[in-house]
């Protein structure tokens, strides 16, 4: 979507980014590096791109293949297995070799601007590596925000002075070329972003906590902020400049935020595989959708996501697709690309 609004989408780009999907996806617990698929083909010593026919080694998943196959992109693996160090490596090799017109760090939400210390916060060890990563590459790097507050981290209030006033904004035309992957892939935060775009407004509920996202105006924005004061500001970032491994980085983020978004994900993975696996039956499956949609009407909600009806109705990955095809087929009227509406009444 980015790609369509600034530069046109004319010519590929080039999109270094991590496989970290959720455990609906891969039930292990944080990124997977290099060895976790074959087929991968050599861009620098460091990087290697994740062609279409590239394949997780089990029980890993991955959605990055499909995405390879389904985009005109070339994905490459974001490997922080050797820290903050390893991903600058990757990043002046990339420089180096393909000597790009531009590199824009994005994310999406905006946590990245995140001190450390906010008691909202829950996945700041991504976003601090390739912080930290960026701002010691010898090359001008863009940091873009979109969708300030839209991964359900820090409001979008509290982002504003920390970023510059909107660049862009995102239409539904940017979200053209994505929308077939929208049907499939699981990422919440780039899901809001596109149905703002599309003009949807409410509040939207997330992951398996239930966290209440407002889809508003802002939300399919597109901010610049400086990298330099995002570094300043991150303490995690900046204590993980030289590390060289994820442990390493991991341990940092226990101390400064005082949780690694890795245990948590290791804890979710030890529960989520000492549970009975729940028989996905149309007519119950439908009657507790109904009690989840009352309930979260009375919280005010106006829209969801099927990864938080996925997990809300304790069902697993495997039967995702298969719960979106029911719903979809059962009341198509609310399905607003690529959110599921609650409406106000029955």
Not at 127 to 140: E, M, P, S
Request: charged letters at 25%.
């Amino acid at each position: 979507m980015l790609d369509a609004a600034l530069y046109g989408g004319q010519s590929p780009a080039m999109i270094l980014t991590y496989a970290w999907d959720r455990l609906l996806i891969d039930p292990l617990p944080g990124p997977r590096g290099p060895a976790n698929f074959t087929g991968l083909r050599p861009i620098t010593r460091s990087v290697q791109a994740v062609p279409a026919d590239a394949k997780p080694v089990a029980p890993a998943g991955a959605t990055l293949p499909r995405l390879a196959a389904e985009l005109p992109h070339t994905f490459a693996l974001i490997d922080p297995h050797h820290g903050a160090e390893g991903i600058t490596r990757q990043l002046e090799e990339l420089t180096e070799h393909l000597a790009p017109e531009s590199i824009d760090l994005l994310d999406v939400g905006g946590d990245i601007l995140a001190r450390g210390d906010e008691p909202t916060l829950r996945s700041p060890l991504a976003d601090a590596l390739t912080l930290a990563a960026c701002c010691q590459v010898n090359a001008r790097v863009r940091l873009l925000i979109a969708g300030p507050g839209l991964d359900g981290e820090l409001p979008a209030e509290d982002l504003r002075e920390r970023m510059g006033p909107p660049a862009l904004t995102l239409t539904a035309e940017h979200v053209e070329p994505v929308s077939q992957v929208l049907e499939w892939h699981p990422s919440e935060a780039t899901a809001m972003l596109a149905a703002t775009a599309r003009g949807v407004r409410g509040l939207c509920e997330v992951r398996d906590a239930g966290l209440p996202v407002p889809l508003t105006d802002e939300g399919p924005t597109i901010h610049e902020a400086e990298l330099d004061d995002a570094l300043n500001r991150n303490q995690l970032a900046r204590a993980i400049l030289a590390t060289e491994s994820l442990e390493e980085a991991e341990q940092h983020s226990r101390e400064i935020c005082g949780f690694s978004e890795i245990d948590y994900e290791r804890n979710k993975a030890t529960w989520l595989g000492s549970q009975p696996e729940q028989v996905l039956s149309p007519e119950s499956t439908l009657h507790q959708l109904d009690r989840f949609e009352a309930e979260a009407r009375d919280r005010g909600i106006t829209h969801t996501t099927f990864r938080r009806i996925t997990e809300a109705l304790g069902l697993n990955g495997t039967q995702r697709q298969d719960l979106r095809s029911l719903l979809l087929s059962s009341r198509p009227e609310q399905y607003q690309a690529p959110l599921w509406h609650i409406p106000a009444e029955v």
